[in-house]
């Protein structure tokens, strides 16, 4: 299936979840923030989280600001 | 004597509240804020790199939330629409972390507070539970309604973002104060010792800056000296400064002058 991921267009696996999300995009699973299809998903539901086709997500990080 | 800053059921000895952008690296960040002696440190939040070295060092290994309260922030939003979203993944980044520093930007070139949209996502965030520090112009009118609203510190700009031109409006700032029931603190346009010291011996509770110290030529000897400029506005504001005069008065006595 098709995700759109930032902004980029990622293929994964049907019946992925975020968790293995993360592991093939090698992003860390802890520092993460991520908003499924405009709706922020949980932290205790994050990793377990199954994706569908043409899901929109943003994954996202604290970086240094003022 | 204990002169604590209180925030959002917190207190903090610190009054120097500073920003973690514009760094060289990590490591000036910290040594730079721990010169400081601040106890808040802002961040922004924003987009993973995608297909980037997984490696790569995270912010929040360099200033750890257990030693720090990290106040996420929405720059970069110009809706409130943006920073909302922003603040709810900010809450989900920091393990359910309430405090934010909402600004709301107006345009790309002085980055002035858009406050028609700050005031609607401040209703909002405040309805979800957010603890609320709001950056905001130095308009009287709309710093009290933004209390009133809830938010718990307004944070009225010195001048614009970035800019280094220190308090343009020190008269607003003043009646600001005069009608505040919650901390007050000048976020943005501090450019050096002498602007930290005047916003906080006009009363502030406290200073909010970033690019001050970062773009400071030697960013942790600035950082020492904002602490110190910080600390003694707030000193010589608890003092309560002398009245000022038209004319000179003299220090010596005049009794007792030789012939």
Do not use: W
């Given at each position: 299936?098709?995700?759109?991921?930032?902004?980029?267009?990622?293929?994964i696996?049907?019946?992925?979840?975020?968790?293995?999300?993360?592991?093939?995009?090698?992003?860390?699973?802890?520092?993460?923030?991520?908003?499924?299809?405009?709706?922020?998903?949980?932290?205790?539901?994050?990793?377990?989280?199954?994706?569908?086709?043409?899901d929109?997500l943003?994954?996202?990080?604290?970086i240094?600001?003022? | 004597?204990?002169?604590?800053?209180?925030?959002?059921?917190?207190t903090?000895?610190?009054?120097?509240?500073?920003?973690?952008?514009?760094?060289?690296?990590?490591?000036?960040?910290?040594?730079?804020?721990?010169?400081?002696?601040?106890e808040?440190?802002?961040?922004?939040?924003?987009?993973?790199?995608?297909?980037?070295?997984?490696?790569?060092?995270?912010?929040?290994?360099?200033?750890?939330?257990?030693?720090?309260?990290?106040?996420?922030?929405?720059?970069?939003?110009?809706?409130?629409?943006?920073?909302?979203?922003?603040?709810?993944?900010?809450?989900?980044?920091?393990?359910?972390?309430?405090?934010?520093?909402?600004?709301?930007?107006?345009?790309?070139?002085?980055?002035?507070?858009?406050?028609?949209?700050?005031?609607?996502a401040?209703?909002?965030?405040?309805?979800?539970?957010?603890?609320?520090?709001?950056?905001?112009?130095?308009?009287?009118?709309?710093?009290?309604?933004?209390?009133?609203?809830?938010?718990?510190?307004?944070?009225?700009?010195?001048?614009?973002?970035?800019?280094?031109?220190?308090?343009?409006?020190?008269h607003?700032?003043?009646?600001?104060?005069?009608?505040?029931?919650?901390?007050?603190?000048?976020?943005?346009?501090?450019?050096?010792?002498?602007?930290?010291?005047?916003?906080?011996?006009?009363?502030?509770?406290?200073?909010?800056?970033?690019?001050?110290?970062?773009?400071?030529?030697?960013?942790?000897?600035?950082?020492?000296?904002?602490?110190?400029?910080?600390?003694?506005?707030?000193?010589?504001?608890?003092?309560?400064?002398?009245?000022?005069?038209?004319?000179?008065?003299?220090?010596?006595?005049?009794?007792?002058?030789?012939?």
């Amino acid at each position: 299936m098709l995700l759109r991921v930032n902004g980029n267009s990622v293929e994964i696996n049907d019946g992925s979840n975020i968790g293995e999300l993360l592991d093939m995009l090698e992003i860390p699973k802890n520092k993460v923030a991520v908003e499924l299809n405009g709706t922020v998903i949980p932290n205790s539901e994050l990793l377990g989280k199954v994706l569908e086709d043409k899901d929109i997500l943003e994954i996202v990080r604290a970086i240094g600001g003022g | 004597m204990d002169d604590s800053l209180n925030l959002a059921g917190r207190t903090y000895k610190s009054r120097l509240l500073v920003g973690t952008g514009k760094y060289k690296d990590f490591e000036e960040t910290r040594s730079s804020i721990e010169a400081s002696g601040a106890e808040i440190v802002t961040v922004a939040i924003r987009r993973t790199n995608i297909g980037q070295d997984s490696s790569e060092p995270n912010i929040l290994d360099f200033l750890s939330p257990d030693k720090f309260t990290i106040l996420p922030n929405t720059a970069g939003c110009y809706t409130a629409e943006e920073a909302i979203r922003t603040c709810k993944l900010a809450r989900e980044l920091l393990g359910g972390n309430n405090l934010v520093k909402l600004e709301v930007l107006g345009d790309k070139e002085t980055l002035y507070p858009n406050m028609p949209e700050t005031l609607k996502a401040t209703k909002d965030l405040v309805k979800d539970g957010f603890e609320v520090m709001v950056y905001c112009s130095d308009d009287p009118i709309l710093a009290k309604e933004l209390e009133g609203m809830g938010c718990v510190s307004v944070m009225p700009l010195a001048s614009p973002i970035g800019s280094g031109l220190g308090i343009q409006n020190p008269h607003n700032i003043e009646m600001i104060l005069s009608k505040a029931e919650v901390p007050i603190i000048v976020d943005a346009g501090v450019g050096t010792a002498s602007d930290a010291s005047i916003a906080m011996e006009l009363g502030c509770a406290g200073v909010l800056m970033n690019t001050a110290i970062a773009k400071a030529q030697k960013p942790i000897q600035m950082a020492q000296a904002m602490k110190k400029a910080v600390e003694s506005g707030r000193q010589a504001y608890l003092a309560g400064r002398m009245e000022k005069k038209s004319y000179a008065s003299a220090s010596s006595p005049m009794k007792g002058l030789i012939k």
